[in-house]
């Protein structure tokens, strides 16, 4: 849950803005929540998709907008998947700096779960130099380096995830 919840803790006294798969605003009796804790649903059509830009134009003037990468939370996890470049797309257009949360996993001195610590990194600007594609590949690759770096600090492996095959 801190995974989840703690980039929207370090942002106060503004309030974040998250965007979220379309899918959480349909879980029963949460989903009708996750709007007003600041949740952008991922838009479905095109029509949608309109109004979505127009929202994070506008909310991104005064408001910190989180954008998960990875796109899902893997808790206790001590490694940076793979994300792709489609989350920079947002900074890049509207020429907004970027800034890393990475959750750190450190051994406990008494309890079996890790103790955790954020690092908080940047700001990562589009390097305007660059053409647009290129801007957000790099800004992709500074982030995802820096990530990389931050978690490499973890010690402790709380949960193990181990990758299935199709068989099992």
Not at 34 to 54: E, H, R
């Amino acid at each position: 849950m801190s995974d989840g919840v703690s980039p929207s803790l370090i942002c106060f006294p503004k309030k974040p803005y998250i965007i979220v798969n379309s899918d959480n605003v349909n879980i029963p009796i949460l989903g009708h929540l996750t709007p007003m804790w600041g949740a952008l649903p991922l838009p479905d059509t095109l029509s949608s998709a309109k109004k979505f830009n127009t929202a994070i134009k506008l909310l991104s003037k005064k408001n910190p907008i989180i954008i998960y990468p990875e796109a899902h939370l893997w808790p206790y996890y001590t490694k940076i998947r793979p994300f792709k470049e489609t989350s920079f797309k947002y900074p890049v257009k509207e020429n907004k700096p970027v800034f890393t949360f990475t959750m750190v996993y450190k051994k406990p001195k008494r309890f079996k779960k890790p103790v955790q610590k954020i690092y908080i990194d940047g700001p990562f600007s589009p390097d305007k130099s660059l053409n647009e594609l290129e801007q957000v590949s790099n800004l992709r690759n500074l982030v995802y380096d820096k990530m990389n770096e931050r978690a490499s600090l973890s010690d402790y492996e709380y949960l193990t995830y181990i990758k299935r095959s199709e068989n099992d």
